[in-house]
């Protein structure tokens, strides 16, 4: 496995307790993304002119799309709502199906324009390493449909190009799985391993894979992240100068960049490295693939 440690870009002076979710608009170029709890928020950041946008949100925001008529499908606590970024209206969609202490989370569409979206029981790191409770859900229609359960916190999410993996981690395995999907129907084969780690090589969290099948991921808490090969090989670690990176996503022109969100408030403590809550962007070596749009 081949190490790198980047020329990192901050992006403003941005620090967020829980930085999740970067989203790139190619028609607007212009990234999105969100601050998760402790004044939750999306955020908007403008490449050609530089300016932050912010839209505090009315409670707990776990993830969003774009949509393809315009706007965005954001998961708050209690359901999926289309969000007006001219307005700032929000509009229930979908109720979440969930009571507490299990919360809607983690969200990504596939290559169809299909919405998947995780759980996770909040319980999570309070002496409960392995509560249980969530599942995965993907939207048909009004209704959200169990994917599969006996989870903990939905991580990982990511598909390949012709949408017919699902890469998938619930953060309390220190695994991270993959999927056949029927891109027709969005069921899902057997659970498949696709790597483990190690006991000192933290979480897997939000991920993304390039335009030659890698698969992209934060390790939390260890300050890296990594590249495997779509046989589950690692590839490539990149040291990072802050140890909480939450999710990573391609974007910028030719979609050469990779940004990377990351987090101030860990399980149990705000941390004392002032880069970890930053938007930070860098090179790879590799392109990304637009984020596929919500049809909805």
């Known amino acids: 496995m081949r190490s790198m440690t980047p020329d990192l870009e901050r992006i403003g002076d941005i620090r967020n307790a829980l930085g999740e979710t970067p989203v790139w608009s190619v028609a607007e170029n212009a990234l999105y993304w969100i601050n998760v709890e402790h004044d939750p928020e999306l955020l908007r950041w403008d490449a050609a002119s530089d300016e932050i946008r912010r839209w505090p949100m009315p409670q707990r925001i776990g993830g969003l799309v774009l949509k393809e008529k315009g706007g965005a499908l954001v998961v708050l606590a209690d359901g999926l709502y289309d969000f007006d970024l001219a307005t700032g209206d929000l509009a229930l969609r979908v109720g979440s199906p969930l009571a507490d202490p299990v919360a ?3 969200c990504v569409c596939d290559p169809t324009g299909r919405f998947w979206v995780g759980s996770m029981n909040q319980t999570v790191g309070a ?54 999907v029927d891109p027709a129907t969005g069921r899902l084969g057997p659970r498949q391993t696709f790597f483990e780690l190690g006991p000192d090589e933290g979480f897997v969290d939000g991920a993304a894979v390039d335009s030659e099948g890698g698969y992209w991921c934060p390790l939390v808490y260890v300050g890296k992240l990594r590249r495997y090969l779509p046989d589950g090989t690692p590839d490539i ?33 705000e941390s004392e490295n002032p880069l970890d809550g930053g938007l930070f962007c860098f090179e790879p070596g590799f392109t990304g693939r637009p984020d596929p749009l919500f049809p909805g």
């Open 104 to 106: 809607l989370h983690e």
């Open 127 to 180: 002496g409960n390493a392995f509560p249980g409770g969530a599942a995965m859900y993907r939207l048909e229609g009004d209704e959200l449909v169990r994917a599969f359960d006996g989870i903990s916190c939905a991580n990982g999410l990511a598909f390949s190009a012709d949408g017919r993996v699902m890469y998938f981690s619930d953060s309390t395995t220190q695994r991270c799985d993959k999927y056949e």
């Open 237 to 269: 670690e990149v040291n990072l100068p802050f140890g909480n990176p939450t999710k990573v996503s391609f974007g910028g022109e030719g979609m050469r960049k990779l940004f990377v969100t990351s987090t101030a408030q860990t399980l149990d403590h």
